[in-house]
């Protein structure tokens, strides 16, 4: 859509258009009211324990020793 709108009007219709189109959802966003209430919901806080938890499964330690490392070489290398 972007190529033909560059076609028609130009780069800077073309470089607009996306922009307007991600802010249409944004008046539902701001009347977004959301009645479900917290209240009764525990504190979140995160302890050493819950650190070494996390850290502990064999997924998170491949994901964060292995995945994340080499994808983010592959970011600076392209």
């Known amino acids: 859509m972007v190529l033909v709108i560059y076609d028609v009007a130009g780069w800077q219709a073309a470089a607009l258009f996306p922009a307007a189109w991600s802010a249409v959802p944004l008046p539902f966003v701001l009347a977004w009211n959301d009645k479900r209430s917290t209240a009764a919901q525990p504190i979140p806080y995160a302890t050493l324990g819950a650190l070494r938890t996390f850290f502990a ?22």
């Open 57 to 78: 499964r064999p997924v998170t330690r491949l994901w964060t020793l292995v995945v994340l490392p080499l994808y983010f070489a592959g970011v600076a290398m392209s």
